[in-house]
């Protein structure tokens, strides 16, 4: 769940976002491969969080059909730009989150949560959405800042000083521990966690997780 104070604020950030240089080139490459390897060709994606479509267009061309959304309506505008430039059939962008996404239960075969769960005020609350939006057997995969394992000098003095001024947006501080309990609380079996940076030290991790009945 998100406020409209954060829809707001990646608003205002959206087009100096999308001029962003990715920071791990080689750790990103690793995370879209190994998600590719999860992919099928006949399944239903979900991308949470798409900001302005970076990831959707590189997947999106892997599976039948993808539907990448953000909270963010300026982000989704900045996505379908992109996507106007080079189409890919079957790609859909629509500015929603899970919570408020139009869908019926069970409608995905893969949901994609890349450094979305972080901005959710309400983890619990989404991790039983996405798992009541996956079908059977459905996968979802993520990759989270883990505020909780980082230096405490930014969770607690640096990101609260930014978020004063409105420079940070909301970021829900927990480590890569408490993420995989909520995943099992939540009716997930966890089946990877893996680390894709490059440079530094683990708290991002990729985690693919299967949803049980």
């Known amino acids: 769940m998100n406020t409209p104070s954060d829809a707001r604020f990646w608003d205002r950030a959206s087009r100096k976002y ?9 750790g990103y490459e ?18 949470l969080g798409c900001g302005t479509g970076t990831t959707a267009l590189r997947l999106a061309g892997d599976v039948q059909s993808y539907l990448a959304t953000d909270f963010s309506p300026e982000m989704i505008e900045i996505a379908k730009e992109k ?9 859909t962008f629509r500015a929603a989150t ?3 996404l139009a869908a019926e239960p069970g409608s995905f075969d893969v ?3 890349f450094n979305y769960l972080h901005l959710v005020r309400d983890l619990p609350a989404t991790l039983r959405r996405i798992h009541a939006l996956l079908a059977p057997d ?3 995969i993520s990759k989270t ?6 230096n405490p000098l930014i969770r607690m003095a640096l990101l609260p000083a930014m978020q004063a001024i409105g420079m940070a947006p909301y970021a829900g501080a927990f480590r890569a521990s408490e993420l995989a309990k909520r995943l099992e609380t939540a ?5 990877i966690t893996e680390n894709h940076a490059t440079k530094g030290n683990q708290t991002r991790p990729y985690i693919a997780a299967r949803k049980r009945p």
């Open 18 to 26: 999308a001029k962003r240089a990715v920071a791990d080139p080689a």
């Open 111 to 113: 949901v994609l949560g």
């Open 138 to 140: 459905g996968l979802f």
């Open 98 to 100: 899970a919570e408020t």
């Open 187 to 191: 009716g997930f079996e966890v089946l």
């Open 83 to 91: 996507h106007a430039a080079s189409p890919i059939p079957g790609l």
């Open 30 to 47: 690793r995370t879209l491969d190994r998600t590719r390897a999860l992919l099928k060709p006949g399944h239903q994606v979900l991308e």
């Open 145 to 150: 800042p883990c505020l909780g394992d980082m």
